[in-house]
């Protein structure tokens, strides 16, 4: 018999997108901690970079083919 496991974790904390942008644009961990976030979540924020992904598309000519 397989007994089911109960779900004990706590419901996990959302933040609004536009107050973890500001945190990176500005670098200012203080505006989020002042709203009550915590400082580990709002710090989370201002180290993260957008990764940049490059694509090159092959060109041939109807010559190579």
Do not use: C, S, W
């Amino acid at each position: 018999m397989i007994i089911p496991m109960t779900i004990t974790a706590r419901p996990q904390q959302r933040y609004d997108h536009r107050l973890r942008n500001l945190v990176h644009r500005t670098g200012d961990v203080t505006i989020a901690t002042d709203l009550g976030v915590p400082r580990g979540t709002a710090r989370g924020g201002v180290g993260a970079r957008k990764r940049v992904f490059v694509a090159a598309l092959a060109i041939v000519t109807a010559e190579e083919a």
